[in-house]
């Protein structure tokens, strides 16, 4: 029995310190920032002239889902992006297409896909994400109207910019273009650290460190969390013990001086800026321990990150007033605190399942396309959380050992999107009842596009299958249209409040 604890601990302890060391500094900490800009400096008319619940559907969907598309990120990273649009006026429908499509259709997964897997999956990814990621937000849009109209109404409350005291509209114009430039530099600092591309991850320079005995330090680490990439299993190298050490130090100063950030500067204040700068450059290079030192190479992505940097220390310290930066940072420091902690656990609890949960059970339920076989795919990507793209090398392996195309399309349709902690931080935002209604329509869609695909690999006509996503789609929008009028329609108890 202890060596079974001792096995799940290990499972948890080693999955958090590999997620830490890999995933949350060049993704989520840009994106903290990122969704702290958008609450701080954007006006909310910046936002909601796209993705607001007033604008016109056939302009704010495919916006949604143009945007997701852009980036390479998972259902945990996009999670603060979301958050940042919905706090600053998107609407509940456009929002949650955005959360949908980013992980699951953006260029960088399907062209993976597309090479790694076939080129069926990939079109097939691509096309029905787009088609159930904007049903999931009209679906969503409609059931919870009402929530939206009164967030909407809330927003409008709490935008600094919603009521100007004077001032001069040439003055504010500006002040609105360095907003945006300003998020579109803290954008390329987030692609600069998620995408796979030559000119990022190509190394320029390098240089040997005269450091003995970090080799055998890190197969220790090695052996202590498991590392095997077909499983998905990260590890954490020597390089990674040093992001977490940093990742800490931040956290420490940061409840010193961004805590009230408000009130002004401090010198916590620039030590966690500092600190966040030297993490980020720390993670940009490739730290390889060898016998006789280290190897330390600087690809494209530490050279993007510096000019980043400097570019948003200018805009910054040039172009907006003290107080904006104080807000920005607040804004950042409050995502963190909503969500980080809720990512934490939720890390933790899918390393111990994983101990839990074995592979091959999914693959002898998923050899046929049956609704069994494509709910285990789902399931299984719910519960066996993978980084952005490592699912697609996992989806590889369970090819190979016998699982159907339709339920391994169900399984790279739900993994991206939901994860334990992604629901945990999402319910924190937008609430329980909406989070979970979410997870049913993506879990349901993924279900259908496993089951659709499937029986077209099985010799089913396009044209039927087709036909029948058409009038499942019909039915299901009759069906909640329906409803909606129900619930528009104001009884006696509605009907005798003020």
Partial sequence: MSEWVVRLLQGGLGNLAAYLAAHVLLCL????????????????????RFLGRKTPKYISYPAAAAAGSLLAVCSCTIVPLFAGIYKKGAGLGPAITFLFIAPAANILALAYTGVAIGGDIAVARILLSWVFGIGIGLIMALIFRKDDARHDIKTDAEDPFASPKGGDPAVAGKSRTYAWLFLLILVSLLLAGTLKVGLLTNPYASVNLPISGLDGFEQTLFRLVPFDASKGEEGVSAQGVVLIILLGLIGISAVRGLENVGEGFTRWTWLTLALVALTLLVAAVYITPQPTGVLVQFPGKFFAVIAALLAI??????????QRIQDWLWESWRFVKQIFPLLIGGVFLV????????????????????????????????FMYFPTLVEVPIAKMFLSLGMHRGPLLAYLMSDPELSLQSILILSSIIGRLKAWAYVFWVGLFSLLSGLLFGAWVDGTSLLLLLAYLVALLAVLALGLSWAGRRVDAPGPALAAKP
């Fill in 29 to 48: 900490v840009p994106a903290f920032f990122v969704a702290g800009a958008m609450a701080a400096l954007l006006p909310k008319e910046s936002v909601t």
């Fill in 313 to 322: 220390g200018h805009l910054a310290r040039t172009r907006f007033e003290a």
């Fill in 351 to 382: 390393g111990v399942l994983r101990q839990l949960i074995r592979p091959e059970w999914i693959e002898s339920l998923a050899g046929r396309n049956t609704i069994l076989g494509n709910l285990a795919g789902v399931l299984f990507g719910v």
